[in-house]
C-alpha cells in the first residue's frame, strides 16, 4: 500500500509539472512559433543544466544519505547541515562564475551579448533552485511523498498564471523570465515547508573538512557527468541542425524532446526518490538484482503503454499540447518513443549505480551516452540525413546503452 500511495502522490505531483511544462510550451508556440521555439531552446537547456548543478546537484546524494541515517537523529541532522553547508557554497562559487561571465554566455546562448542581464538573473535564481531542491531532497530520503507534492504542485499552480501573463505581455523577454520562474517558485513551498519540518533552526554551519563533502563532492561529479551528456550535448547538437536545417527544423526537435523530457520526469522521478532510497538500504546484490528485474519489468510495461496511445494519438496530442504548425513532428516521434523506451529501461539500471555512488561507473556511462549520441548525430548531419537522422540516432545511442546497463548489472550480481 505504501507504495502505491506514493506512486500515486508522486503521478499526481509531476503531473502538475508535466501540465505546467505543456503550457509554457504551447504558450511560447502561440505567441513565438516553431521558430522561437527553437531560439529559446538554448536558453531553457542553460535552465535546466543550472537547475541540475544548482547547490552542487546533490540532490540524489543527499536521498541516499538521508535514506541511510533516518533512525540515526544525531548522524541526520549532522549531515543534512553539511549537506545545506555544501550546497550553499557550491551556489555562491556558480552565481560568481555565471555572472562574471554574463555575457559571453548569453552571446553563445542568444547569439546576442544583449540578453546577459537574464544570464545574471538565472545566476541568482540557481540560488532558489539549489535550496528548493535540497528540502525535496531531505524529504524524499525520509520517504515523505507528501512534502515533494506539496512543493511540486503549489509551484506548479503559482508559475502557471504567472507565465501566462508573461509571455502574453512580453512575448520573447517574458518567455525568458517564464521558464526561470517555472524551476523558481519551488522556493516559495519549499520554505514554508523547511520552517514547519524538525529542521528548522537546528541547522549548522559546517567545516570544509567534513568527511560528508567528500562524499557529496563525488555526486556532483556524477551531476557534471549528466549536464555534459545531457544539456551541453542537446545544445551542440541543436548548433548542428540549425546550421543545417534552420530554426524550423530545430524548432520541431526542441518539441520532440520537451515533450520527450515531461513525460519521461515521471519514471526518473519515481525511481529516484522511491528505488533509489530501496537500493541504498539493501546490500544483498541477489535481492538487488531481483528488484531491478521488477521494477524494469514495471516500468517498461507502464511506459509502452502510454506510448503506444500517445502514438496512435499523435495528431491530437501535438495540436492539443503544442500547434498545428507543429504537425510534422507526427512523422518523426515515433523515433523519440522507440528511443525513450531504452533510455527509461537503461536508467532502471543506471540508478543503482547512484544509490551505491558508483562514481567511475556513473561518469563512464553518462560520457559515454553524450559522446555516442553526438558522434553518431554528426556522422547522420554530414551525410544529410535530415531531422529524422538525428532523432535515429537518439534510437541507436539509448539502444547501445541499454544493452551495456544489461550486461552491467548481470556482472553486478554475479560477482
Not at 501573463?165 to 515547508?193: D, H, M, N, Q, T
Not at 537503461?346 to 549520441?373: D, H, M, N, T
Request: aromatic share 18%; glycine share 8%; with cysteine.
Amino acid at each position: 500500500m505504501r507504495a502505491i500511495y506514493s506512486i500515486a502522490l508522486t503521478s499526481v505531483a509531476h503531473l502538475s509539472k508535466i501540465v505546467t511544462g505543456f503550457i509554457l510550451i504551447k504558450l511560447v508556440a502561440m505567441y513565438l512559433g516553431v521558430e522561437g521555439l527553437g531560439k529559446l531552446g538554448n536558453f531553457m537547456n542553460a535552465v535546466a543544466l543550472l537547475y541540475l548543478l544548482a547547490g552542487g546537484g546533490v540532490i540524489n546524494g543527499v536521498v541516499k544519505y538521508v535514506a541511510e541515517y533516518n533512525n540515526r537523529p544525531r548522524a541526520l541532522l549532522s549531515f543534512v547541515s553539511t549537506a545545506a553547508t555544501y550546497s550553499f557554497i557550491v551556489s555562491v562559487l556558480i552565481f560568481l562564475l555565471v555572472a562574471t561571465f554574463s555575457a559571453r554566455i548569453s552571446s553563445y546562448v542568444f547569439g546576442s551579448s544583449e540578453y546577459f542581464p537574464a544570464i545574471i538573473f538565472l545566476a541568482c535564481a540557481q540560488l532558489g533552485f539549489a535550496f528548493s531542491n535540497m528540502v525535496i531532497g531531505v524529504a524524499n530520503g525520509l520517504r515523505d511523498t507528501k512534502t515533494f507534492a506539496k512543493i511540486q504542485i503549489l509551484g506548479n499552480s503559482i508559475a502557471f498564471p504567472f507565465s501566462w501573463y508573461l509571455i502574453a505581455e512580453y512575448k520573447l523577454l517574458g518567455a525568458i523570465l517564464a521558464i526561470v520562474f517555472s524551476y523558481l517558485l519551488y522556493v516559495f513551498p519549499a520554505f514554508y515547508l523547511f520552517v514547519k519540518s524538525k529542521f528548522w533552526g537546528r541547522i549548522f554551519f559546517t567545516g570544509f573538512k567534513d568527511k560528508g563533502f567528500l562524499k557529496l563532492f563525488s555526486y556532483s561529479l556524477m551531476v557534471c557527468a549528466g549536464a555534459i551528456s545531457f544539456p551541453l550535448v542537446e545544445m551542440l547538437v541543436r548548433e548542428m541542425i540549425i546550421r543545417s536545417y534552420g530554426y524550423q527544423a530545430a524548432g520541431l526537435w526542441q518539441a520532440s524532446i520537451r515533450l520527450s523530457s515531461a513525460y519521461l520526469g515521471f519514471f526518473t522521478i519515481f525511481l529516484a526518490y522511491y528505488f533509489v532510497p530501496l537500493i541504498s538500504a539493501e546490500n544483498n546484490k541477489n535481492e538487488i538484482g531481483r528488484m531491478v528485474l521488477k521494477f524494469l519489468i514495471f516500468v517498461s510495461v507502464i511506459f509502452l503503454a502510454g506510448a503506444t496511445v500517445f502514438y496512435i494519438r499523435r495528431e491530437f496530442f501535438i495540436g492539443l499540447l503544442l500547434s498545428h504548425e507543429f504537425e510534422p513532428l507526427g512523422d518523426l516521434i515515433k523515433y523519440q518513443l522507440l528511443g525513450d523506451f531504452f533510455k527509461i529501461s537503461a536508467y532502471v539500471i543506471g540508478f543503482v549505480g547512484v544509490a551505491k555512488a558508483a562514481l567511475k561507473l556513473y561518469l563512464a556511462a553518462e560520457l559515454f551516452q553524450g559522446g555516442a549520441f553526438l558522434l553518431t548525430t554528426w556522422l547522420s548531419v554530414q551525410q544529410g540525413f535530415g531531422l529524422e537522422g538525428v532523432l535515429v540516432s537518439y534510437v541507436i545511442t539509448n539502444f547501445i546503452y541499454f544493452i551495456l546497463a544489461c550486461a552491467g548489472i548481470v556482472i553486478y550480481v554475479k560477482r
